[in-house]
């Protein structure tokens, strides 16, 4: 990570705890242009020409998801939470997990947004337990698509977003332990 990522990582603030280490406020972050310029084109690069769309889980996800959809010239497909659209039983992917407080959240999207065969760039704002990517990483593969690689501003280095970190799947800008 160059000094500008060093730089940018500096301006993410721990708020109140949230069970996991204290919740990470992006939002003066994303208030600075300049800085999510940088941002964003530190995140897209290691995926420009190798992917036909960006995947991320509201709410905060594809805001970030959006951006660099935008960078790589590709579409954003939203995964949205515990059904908060009609989709058509037929047309539907979901998946559920248990979040980091102990309760069932269920992601939702339309099949026909996600063509089989289609690589994906999974974009998240934040990877704490990694169980939001894994259930979207999860999705994504039962459409017949291939996920390329996730990237988020910070990840939190432990038990699967570990794993996901190691295989080198992941491009982050913040971490800790």
């Known amino acids: 990570m160059g000094p500008d990522m060093m730089e940018i990582a500096d301006r993410i603030r721990l708020m109140a705890s949230d069970g996991i280490g204290g919740k990470r ?14 941002l964003v084109a530190y995140l897209a690069e290691p995926f420009r020409g190798k992917v036909d769309c960006v995947c991320s889980p509201e709410s905060l996800g594809f805001i970030l998801g959006s951006m660099l959809a935008y960078e790589l010239g590709v579409g954003l497909v939203v995964i949205r939470r515990n059904r908060q659209f009609m989709v058509d039983p037929e047309e539907q992917v979901t998946a559920s997990y248990i979040n980091h407080r102990d309760q069932v959240t269920t992601l939702i999207t339309e099949r026909r947004l996600l063509p ?3 690589r994906v760039l999974l974009a998240d704002d934040w990877m704490s337990t990694a169980a939001t990517v894994q259930a979207c990483s999860n999705m994504i593969e ?13 990840v939190n280095y432990c038990s699967a977003a570990k794993d996901m970190i190691d295989a080198g799947n992941v491009r982050y800008v913040y971490c800790e332990s």
């Open 25 to 38: 406020d992006l939002l003066p972050l994303y208030a600075d242009g300049e800085a999510m310029k940088k």
């Open 116 to 118: 089989a065969g289609s």
């Open 142 to 154: 039962d459409t017949g698509c291939k996920v390329a690689g996730i990237a988020a501003v910070g």
